[in-house]
Protein backbone atom coordinates (compact mmCIF):
# COMPACT_ATOMS: atom_id res chain seq x y z
CA UNK A 1 0.00 0.00 0.00
CA UNK A 2 1.52 3.39 -1.15
CA UNK A 3 0.33 6.88 1.01
CA UNK A 4 1.11 9.59 -0.81
CA UNK A 5 0.98 13.11 0.41
CA UNK A 6 -2.23 14.52 1.53
CA UNK A 7 -4.44 11.07 1.74
CA UNK A 8 -4.44 10.40 5.04
CA UNK A 9 -6.52 10.87 7.57
CA UNK A 10 -6.22 10.00 11.31
CA UNK A 11 -9.15 7.36 11.23
CA UNK A 12 -7.97 5.74 7.18
CA UNK A 13 -6.24 3.21 8.99
CA UNK A 14 -9.15 1.16 10.48
CA UNK A 15 -11.11 2.44 7.25
CA UNK A 16 -9.24 -0.06 5.12
CA UNK A 17 -8.94 -2.68 7.08
CA UNK A 18 -13.11 -2.80 7.39
CA UNK A 19 -13.05 -2.39 3.84
CA UNK A 20 -11.04 -5.05 2.85
CA UNK A 21 -12.59 -7.32 5.47
CA UNK A 22 -9.85 -9.75 6.32
CA UNK A 23 -6.94 -9.64 9.37
CA UNK A 24 -4.35 -6.81 8.69
CA UNK A 25 -1.33 -6.60 10.68
CA UNK A 26 -0.69 -3.69 12.66
CA UNK A 27 2.00 -2.03 11.80
CA UNK A 28 5.21 -2.29 14.08
CA UNK A 29 8.14 -0.64 12.71
CA UNK A 30 9.03 2.65 10.69
CA UNK A 31 12.04 2.33 8.40
CA UNK A 32 13.15 5.59 6.88
CA UNK A 33 15.58 6.44 4.35
CA UNK A 34 18.41 8.77 4.95
CA UNK A 35 19.01 11.74 1.80
CA UNK A 36 16.09 13.46 1.27
CA UNK A 37 13.81 11.96 4.09
CA UNK A 38 16.38 12.50 7.42
CA UNK A 39 18.18 15.45 5.33
CA UNK A 40 16.56 18.79 3.51
CA UNK A 41 16.27 18.37 -0.44
CA UNK A 42 18.96 16.53 -2.55
CA UNK A 43 18.99 18.76 -4.78
CA UNK A 44 19.22 21.72 -3.20
CA UNK A 45 22.18 19.94 -1.85
CA UNK A 46 23.65 19.55 -5.10
CA UNK A 47 22.84 22.82 -6.27
CA UNK A 48 25.25 24.47 -3.80
CA UNK A 49 27.80 22.22 -4.33
CA UNK A 50 27.85 22.48 -8.04
CA UNK A 51 28.09 26.46 -7.71
CA UNK A 52 31.00 26.25 -5.15
CA UNK A 53 32.83 23.41 -7.32
CA UNK A 54 31.89 25.43 -10.44
CA UNK A 55 30.53 22.42 -11.99
CA UNK A 56 27.78 22.81 -14.39
CA UNK A 57 24.65 21.31 -12.95
CA UNK A 58 23.09 19.88 -16.06
CA UNK A 59 26.08 18.12 -17.46
CA UNK A 60 26.18 16.68 -14.05
CA UNK A 61 22.64 15.41 -13.93
CA UNK A 62 22.73 14.39 -18.14
CA UNK A 63 26.19 12.13 -16.51
CA UNK A 64 23.90 11.19 -13.51
CA UNK A 65 21.11 10.02 -16.62
CA UNK A 66 23.74 7.96 -18.52
CA UNK A 67 25.25 6.26 -15.43
CA UNK A 68 21.70 5.35 -14.09
CA UNK A 69 19.91 4.15 -17.28
CA UNK A 70 16.59 6.21 -18.15
CA UNK A 71 14.37 5.95 -15.67
CA UNK A 72 16.21 6.36 -12.91
CA UNK A 73 17.06 3.39 -11.13
CA UNK A 74 17.19 1.24 -13.77
CA UNK A 75 20.69 -0.37 -14.38
CA UNK A 76 22.83 0.85 -17.19
CA UNK A 77 25.58 -1.55 -18.84
CA UNK A 78 27.72 -0.31 -16.86
CA UNK A 79 26.83 1.66 -13.61
CA UNK A 80 29.63 3.25 -10.90
CA UNK A 81 26.46 5.09 -8.80
CA UNK A 82 25.51 1.34 -8.13
CA UNK A 83 28.80 -0.35 -7.65
CA UNK A 84 29.67 2.63 -5.01
CA UNK A 85 26.14 1.93 -3.40
CA UNK A 86 26.82 -1.72 -3.09
CA UNK A 87 30.55 -1.21 -1.75
CA UNK A 88 31.94 -2.64 -5.09
CA UNK A 89 33.70 0.75 -6.06
CA UNK A 90 36.29 2.69 -3.65
CA UNK A 91 35.61 5.79 -3.31
CA UNK A 92 38.38 7.22 -4.38
CA UNK A 93 37.85 5.34 -7.35
CA UNK A 94 34.46 6.81 -7.96
CA UNK A 95 35.57 10.31 -7.56
CA UNK A 96 38.06 9.75 -9.53
CA UNK A 97 35.75 8.55 -12.61
CA UNK A 98 32.96 11.44 -11.92
CA UNK A 99 35.60 13.73 -11.71
CA UNK A 100 36.87 12.74 -14.99
CA UNK A 101 33.85 12.19 -16.61
CA UNK A 102 32.59 15.87 -15.77
CA UNK A 103 35.76 17.24 -16.88
CA UNK A 104 35.57 15.56 -20.49
CA UNK A 105 31.90 16.87 -20.98
CA UNK A 106 33.15 20.47 -19.85
CA UNK A 107 36.51 20.65 -20.71
CA UNK A 108 37.33 22.16 -17.47
CA UNK A 109 39.42 20.91 -14.44
CA UNK A 110 37.27 19.03 -11.88
CA UNK A 111 39.14 18.15 -8.44
CA UNK A 112 38.53 14.96 -8.04
CA UNK A 113 40.10 14.18 -4.43
CA UNK A 114 37.45 14.92 -1.79
CA UNK A 115 34.48 15.60 -4.16
CA UNK A 116 31.73 13.42 -2.55
CA UNK A 117 32.71 15.20 0.90
CA UNK A 118 32.54 18.74 -0.80
CA UNK A 119 28.96 17.83 -1.80
CA UNK A 120 28.26 16.26 1.35
CA UNK A 121 29.11 19.69 2.85
CA UNK A 122 25.86 21.16 1.68
CA UNK A 123 23.32 18.17 2.91
CA UNK A 124 20.84 19.68 6.02
CA UNK A 125 20.33 17.78 8.87
CA UNK A 126 16.40 17.63 8.79
CA UNK A 127 15.29 18.13 12.58
CA UNK A 128 11.95 17.40 12.52
CA UNK A 129 12.10 13.87 11.15
CA UNK A 130 14.80 12.79 13.69
CA UNK A 131 12.75 14.19 15.96
CA UNK A 132 9.38 12.24 14.70
CA UNK A 133 11.67 8.79 14.56
CA UNK A 134 12.88 9.15 18.13
CA UNK A 135 9.38 9.34 19.08
CA UNK A 136 8.44 6.62 17.43
CA UNK A 137 11.11 4.61 19.08
CA UNK A 138 10.05 5.86 22.68
CA UNK A 139 6.71 5.05 21.69
CA UNK A 140 7.28 1.37 21.30
CA UNK A 141 7.69 1.42 17.44
CA UNK A 142 10.44 -0.50 16.04
CA UNK A 143 12.74 1.62 13.79
CA UNK A 144 15.22 1.67 10.79
CA UNK A 145 17.73 3.25 8.52
CA UNK A 146 17.51 1.57 5.09
CA UNK A 147 20.26 3.75 3.20
CA UNK A 148 22.13 3.64 -0.25
CA UNK A 149 25.46 5.08 0.72
CA UNK A 150 27.64 7.24 -1.65
CA UNK A 151 30.70 6.16 0.73
CA UNK A 152 29.69 9.37 2.76
CA UNK A 153 30.37 9.29 6.62
CA UNK A 154 27.41 9.65 7.88
CA UNK A 155 26.38 11.73 11.40
CA UNK A 156 26.17 8.75 13.17
CA UNK A 157 26.24 10.84 16.82
CA UNK A 158 22.38 10.21 18.34
CA UNK A 159 21.63 7.01 16.25
CA UNK A 160 21.73 4.90 19.38
CA UNK A 161 18.72 6.39 20.61
CA UNK A 162 17.06 6.61 16.79
CA UNK A 163 17.36 3.29 15.14
CA UNK A 164 16.72 -0.37 16.63
CA UNK A 165 18.92 -0.89 13.09
CA UNK A 166 20.82 0.77 11.14
CA UNK A 167 21.28 -1.01 7.13
CA UNK A 168 23.86 1.09 4.65
CA UNK A 169 23.70 -0.30 1.20
CA UNK A 170 27.71 -0.09 1.00
CA UNK A 171 28.41 -1.83 4.21
CA UNK A 172 25.48 -4.93 3.29
CA UNK A 173 26.85 -5.16 -0.54
CA UNK A 174 22.97 -4.75 -1.50
CA UNK A 175 21.17 -1.55 -2.51
CA UNK A 176 17.61 0.25 -2.92
CA UNK A 177 15.57 -0.72 -4.81
CA UNK A 178 16.80 -4.35 -4.63
CA UNK A 179 14.15 -6.47 -2.83
CA UNK A 180 17.19 -8.54 -1.04
CA UNK A 181 18.06 -5.12 0.89
CA UNK A 182 14.79 -4.64 2.29
CA UNK A 183 14.37 -8.14 3.36
CA UNK A 184 17.82 -7.85 4.71
CA UNK A 185 16.11 -4.70 7.07
CA UNK A 186 13.00 -7.06 7.61
CA UNK A 187 14.75 -9.65 9.19
CA UNK A 188 16.86 -7.94 11.32
CA UNK A 189 13.79 -5.47 12.64
CA UNK A 190 12.26 -8.53 13.14
CA UNK A 191 8.71 -7.63 11.86
CA UNK A 192 7.25 -8.86 8.56
CA UNK A 193 6.60 -6.71 5.39
CA UNK A 194 2.83 -6.17 6.44
CA UNK A 195 4.14 -5.01 9.58
CA UNK A 196 6.16 -2.19 8.56
CA UNK A 197 6.02 1.47 7.25
CA UNK A 198 9.17 2.42 4.89
CA UNK A 199 9.38 6.24 3.76
CA UNK A 200 11.73 7.41 1.25
CA UNK A 201 11.65 10.47 -1.20
CA UNK A 202 12.32 8.11 -4.48
CA UNK A 203 9.11 6.25 -6.13
CA UNK A 204 10.79 3.45 -7.59
CA UNK A 205 12.58 2.45 -4.00
CA UNK A 206 8.77 3.20 -2.27
CA UNK A 207 7.39 1.04 -5.51
CA UNK A 208 9.89 -2.05 -4.60
CA UNK A 209 9.62 -2.33 -1.14
CA UNK A 210 5.31 -2.07 -1.67
CA UNK A 211 5.72 -5.30 -4.04
CA UNK A 212 6.83 -6.62 -1.30
CA UNK A 213 3.98 -6.07 1.18
CA UNK A 214 5.20 -2.73 2.94
CA UNK A 215 3.52 0.15 3.51
CA UNK A 216 5.03 3.15 1.55
CA UNK A 217 5.16 6.94 2.21
CA UNK A 218 7.20 9.35 -0.09
CA UNK A 219 8.49 11.58 1.73
CA UNK A 220 7.75 15.36 0.19
CA UNK A 221 7.89 17.23 3.77
CA UNK A 222 7.63 16.82 7.11
CA UNK A 223 3.68 17.85 7.47
CA UNK A 224 2.54 15.24 5.65
CA UNK A 225 4.93 12.12 6.33
CA UNK A 226 4.38 12.81 9.85
CA UNK A 227 0.41 13.08 9.55
CA UNK A 228 0.51 10.08 7.40
CA UNK A 229 2.47 7.89 9.91
CA UNK A 230 0.56 8.81 12.75
CA UNK A 231 -2.57 7.66 10.79
CA UNK A 232 -1.01 4.56 10.33
CA UNK A 233 0.09 3.75 13.53
CA UNK A 234 -2.58 5.11 15.35
CA UNK A 235 -0.71 7.55 18.31
CA UNK A 236 0.55 10.79 18.08
CA UNK A 237 4.09 10.99 17.10
CA UNK A 238 4.29 14.54 14.75
CA UNK A 239 4.44 17.75 16.36
Known sequence: MTHSSGDSTPGCRNCWRELVRCPVPEPRALIVDWGGVLTGDLRVAVQRWAEIDGVDLQTYASLMRD????????????????????????????????????????GRPVEERGLLGRMFEHFEHAE????????????????????????????????????????????????????????????????SAEESVFVDDLPHNIAAAVALGMIGIRHVGYETTALEIDALFGIHLSS
Open 67 to 106: WLGEPAGMEALLNPVHALERGEMALPDFESRLARALSERT
Open 128 to 191: DMSGLVRRARAAGIRTALCSNSWGNDYPRDGWDDMFDVVVISGEVGMRKPEPRIFEHTLKLVGV
